[in-house]
């Protein structure tokens, strides 16, 4: 079956342009997370959404990055006037509602971001 | 705020059991310890979860401690394709609130033939 799936796989941007990247999670999915992980360290927890709850945004690190959820299902994360230290790899997960699901997250392959 | 400590990384050998331990001596109550891997270039992979049982399913077995201060992920038998950084995770309970997932910087695991 489909997972999480993001685009583009690559992007390289000059620093100060706007970026946008994509998630389109699993079907059913009703939560949906993005993260970041620059070189060689963990993830970095950046935005939540459940179902039609107000997103949790207390994870993106400035006014810069914005994310939105468009019939609860495709997301995308919008970050404007990128600066270098915005490169690192971002990823996207899903996960279905309910204890016995268990809220196992699936991730997607993730968009590796390069800002020149 | 990872709430877990784990070696930085560690060898073992092709065919045999690989143990990972994991130390999380301020977890709560209702918080589970979950298991993520990551193989090189690719997303996180949920491994297991578990509260206070022992869990075992078709990838690992997760061994908590009766106090739950420590965990220990068993591999049962190692293949090369194993080699990742494994992430000991603690968490809240799933039902309730966010569920974001903190990874700390994981345990690098290679298997070696």
């Known amino acids: 079956g489909a997972g999480v799936s993001q685009s583009p796989s690559n992007k390289v941007t000059e620093k100060g342009k706007d970026v946008e990247l994509r998630c389109d999670p699993i079907s059913g999915h009703t939560a949906l997370y993005w993260y970041r992980q620059s070189l060689g360290q963990g993830l970095e927890f950046l935005i939540y959404?459940?179902?039609?709850?107000?997103?949790?945004k207390s994870g993106l690190p400035s006014d810069r990055f914005s994310a939105e959820r468009t019939g609860g299902s495709v997301s995308t994360l919008t970050i404007q006037r990128t600066q270098q230290e915005d490169s690192a790899v971002y990823l996207c997960?899903?996960?279905?509602?309910?204890?016995?699901?268990?809220?196992?997250?699936?991730f997607g392959p993730g968009t590796r971001l390069t800002v020149l | 705020d990872a709430k877990t400590t784990q070696p930085p990384s560690m060898d073992c050998a092709e065919g045999r059991a690989a143990n990972l331990p994991c130390n999380h001596s301020?977890?709560?109550?209702?918080?589970?310890v979950y298991w993520y891997r990551q193989i090189h270039s690719q997303g996180p992979q949920y491994i297991i979860h578990?509260?206070?049982n022992n869990e075992t399913n078709e990838m690992a077995s997760l061994i908590i401690t009766e106090d739950r201060k420590s965990s220990t992920l068993i591999l049962p038998h190692a293949t090369l394709r194993d080699t990742a950084v494994y992430y000991c995770?603690?968490?809240?309970?799933?039902?309730?609130?966010?569920?974001?997932?903190?990874f700390g910087k994981g345990n690098q695991v290679v298997v070696i033939p």
């Open positions: 997960a899903s996960s279905a509602q309910g204890r016995l699901a268990g809220n196992e997250q699936f």
């Open positions: 995770i603690v968490r809240g309970d799933p039902d309730y609130g966010n569920n974001r997932l903190a």
């Open positions: 301020t977890i709560s109550g209702n918080e589970y």
């Open positions: 959404f459940q179902g039609n709850s107000a997103p949790d």
């Open positions: 578990g509260l206070k």
